[in-house]
């Protein structure tokens, strides 16, 4: 006898049953009237990529995530783990065309072979939103703008979310303003991006293993602690001349949040670092308020990824914000089953002999451009109509003996209970 294969997907992964779609719809709307409302323009490319696009510095937690393969013809491929490298790869390739700065947009599925908890699998769809080659700060506006609007129209409000904001051109500055040279500032990073998920000793001994001083383990701890944009700009000091500041940037991001109607849902978080060692500037992550879930969307600025994959220089901003959370977040706030307003016709007969005028109503009505489920089997009226109300459809009708032979039926909204008549 054949094995049993499992019935199950693989682990971390997802199938989506019907009701499940009715998440992710609501969901992928949000993203996308969200982007094309901000000006960002679609794109999309494969899931399959060469490793070596892929491949990650050392320390880099998604380098160890990523799912590889030799192919056939022992090309080194990887599923995409997230879209960046990839955006970075297209722009690298039409960089003498294309007219800076542009705002893409793209949902994305991603695999990474993650640790299992709430809110990470090994897929998911990612929603992508970047400005490359704008150096303003009204870039990561304009991002942040979009992630905001997103939520809304999945009926959250300002208040059921914060976005965490800090920078890393800021926390160099503290840094080297504490005496640790900047040639160690990355392996900084990724241990601090650690804070939280591990014990501060583990931290500390990551430190000194990057090379980290004693005074320079205590002084980054310290910089942990600032609370207020205030506090960092007194300990960074003044700007070196014409340099730009992460403090300067901070501000201007505020001013302009203000203007743009987000502020409120905005707030400095120096412990904000990220994962990912691309970062350069601002980088932000959103939570819900209560702090209930994993990361809502996360992102920032990260102006040397086209040279390191060897394109020419261009800035970039941009963040990606994953189903999953937000999905749980949704479910937890509006119950499991997602509001799907009801739309559409259903179409039913009684005997075989409506059959045909059935068929030939659903053609009608859809070539007007209405939806039709026509029913595929006969039906008594009482069952119809129960099967009809449990639909998405909005309204049905029924066609009987008589029906058929007036040559005229009644339509009849669902929820009003209203019924207008329609030559057949
Ligand atoms: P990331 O922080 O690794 O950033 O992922 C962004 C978002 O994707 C997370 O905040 C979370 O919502 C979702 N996500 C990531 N991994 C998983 C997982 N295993 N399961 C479920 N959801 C997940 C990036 O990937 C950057 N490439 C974002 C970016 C775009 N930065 C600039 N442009």
Request: glycine share 8%.
């Amino acid at each position: 006898m054949a094995e049993q294969i499992s019935f199950e997907p693989p682990r971390g992964m997802r199938d989506f049953y019907p009701e499940d779609m009715a998440w992710r719809n609501r969901v992928f709307d949000a993203f996308r009237a969200a982007g094309e409302a901000a000006g960002f323009e679609p794109y999309d490319a494969c899931v399959v990529e060469s490793y070596e696009l892929l491949a990650r510095k050392a320390g880099e937690e998604v380098g160890e995530q990523i799912y590889h393969f030799n192919d056939k013809s022992d090309r080194h491929l990887a599923l995409r783990a997230e879209m960046t490298p990839t955006l970075a790869r297209m722009v690298a390739q039409r960089q003498g065309t294309l007219a800076f700065p542009i705002k893409w947009t793209a949902i994305a599925q991603c695999f990474r072979y993650e640790r299992m908890t709430k809110g990470r699998k090994r897929e998911h769809y990612q929603w992508n939103c970047d400005i490359i080659g704008e150096e303003s700060v009204l870039a990561e506006v304009e991002v942040l703008g979009a992630a905001c609007d997103a939520l809304r129209r999945m009926g959250l409000s300002n208040a059921d979310f914060r976005v965490h904001v800090s920078s890393r051109a800021l926390l160099s500055e503290l840094l080297a303003a504490s005496g640790i040279p900047a040639a160690l500032h990355a392996q900084v990073f990724l241990a601090l991006d650690k804070r939280g998920k591990m014990p501060d000793e583990e931290i500390a001994a990551m430190l000194r293993d990057g090379g980290v001083d004693e005074a320079g383990v205590k002084a980054t701890f310290a910089i942990m602690d600032l609370k207020t944009l205030d506090e960092a700009a007194a300990l960074a000091g003044a700007p070196a001349e014409g340099a730009r500041s992460g403090v300067e940037d901070l501000r201007e991001l505020f001013r302009l949040a203000a203007i743009a109607g987000f502020a409120d849902c905005l707030e400095f978080d120096i412990s904000v670092i990220r994962g990912l060692s691309y970062y350069t500037g601002i980088v932000f992550e959103c939570f819900d308020a209560k702090r209930e879930f994993r990361a809502i969307f996360g992102g920032g600025r990260y102006d040397n990824l086209l040279t390191t994959i060897g394109g020419a220089p261009a800035t970039a901003v941009g963040l990606g914000f994953g189903d999953v959370v937000v999905t749980e977040l949704l479910k937890a706030r509006f119950g499991e089953e997602a509001p799907v307003p009801k739309k559409g016709v259903y179409v039913g007969w009684m005997f075989p002999e409506q059959r045909d005028a059935a068929l030939a109503l659903a053609a009608k009505l859809r070539a007007q451009g209405e939806c039709v489920n026509l029913a595929l089997r006969k039906a008594k009226p009482k069952q119809f109509f129960s099967r009809a109300g449990a639909s998405s459809c909005a309204k049905a009708v029924f066609l009987g003996p008589d029906d058929v032979a007036a040559g005229q039926a009644k339509i009849k909204d669902l929820a009003t209970r209203e019924e207008t008549a329609i030559a057949l």
